[in-house]
């Protein structure tokens, strides 16, 4: 059970243009959701959390505009970059916590690798 | 707010060795959760294992088992019986217990090899 999918696992775009990450709990309902950057050989940083029907909260430095974040539903949340840059080529890992569930652990998703050409 | 502190450079064992990987935390609150992950050269983090704050065993799963010293604000994960697909990073994590939408701080991480 508590499983976390991602897609797509990589993609390839070109500078300016937008992408979106979908990230889906396939057996559970997430409450809450969150989004994370990783650049090689560095830790998780957290961009953003989100509640299912409530706009996304920010970490600061992260630019809202940039990085859309949408919980439509208590299955599914998706990163919009917009006008992605080469800079922003990284790896995207969603996680997502469901309150009945063992407290506090969050799913992760496998990642989805971001190549900004 | 809350620091998980992982120093060790890259980490080498031999098969089949135990191995220790440090993580220091440093937090205010009195209630919190530590954990570890695994993340293979694939991507995905693996959970490990986890440790309340006011859990008075120090947790174990399996060939993991987590040392917690809270006078030391520490939580090294041991891993006995290393095998080769241990090699990955792995990441010392906290969160404090104040609500749904508490959230996981990461340490950098540790490079772990096992050798043949």
């Known amino acids: 059970g508590a499983v976390v999918s991602q897609h797509p696992s990589w993609v390839i775009c070109k500078s300016g243009t937008s992408v979106k990450i979908e990230c889906r709990s396939l057996?559970?309902?997430?409450?809450?959701m969150f989004w994370y950057r990783q650049f090689p050989k560095q830790s998780l940083m957290l961009m953003a959390t989100?509640?299912?029907?409530?706009?996304?909260?920010?970490e600061q430095g992260v630019e809202k505009d940039k990085f859309l974040i949408n919980h439509a539903s208590l299955t599914l949340s998706t990163l919009t970059v917009t006008s992605a840059h080469p800079e922003d080529s990284s790896f995207y890992i969603c996680s997502a916590r469901e309150r009945t569930l063992v407290p506090y652990e969050q799913y992760f998703g496998p990642g989805t690798r971001l190549t900004v050409t | 707010a809350q620091k998980i502190t992982q120093t060790q450079p890259g980490m080498f064992v031999q098969e089949k060795e135990a191995v220790t990987l440090d993580c220091t935390y440093d937090t205010s609150d009195q209630s919190y959760g530590l954990f570890w992950y695994k993340q293979p050269s694939s991507g995905e983090m693996i959970f490990l294992i986890y440790?309340?704050?006011?859990?008075?065993q120090n947790a174990t799963e399996g060939r993991y088992s987590l040392n917690f010293q809270k006078a030391r604000k520490s939580a090294n994960l041991v891993i006995s019986a290393s095998q080769l697909g241990d090699s990955a990073m792995y990441f010392c994590a906290m969160t404090t217990h104040t609500g749904a939408n508490s959230k996981l701080t990461f340490g950098k991480g540790i490079t772990l090899s096992v050798r043949p």
């Open positions: 989100s509640n299912e029907g409530s706009k996304a909260t920010y």
């Open positions: 057996d559970f309902q997430a409450t809450t």
């Open positions: 440790q309340g704050s006011y859990d008075e």
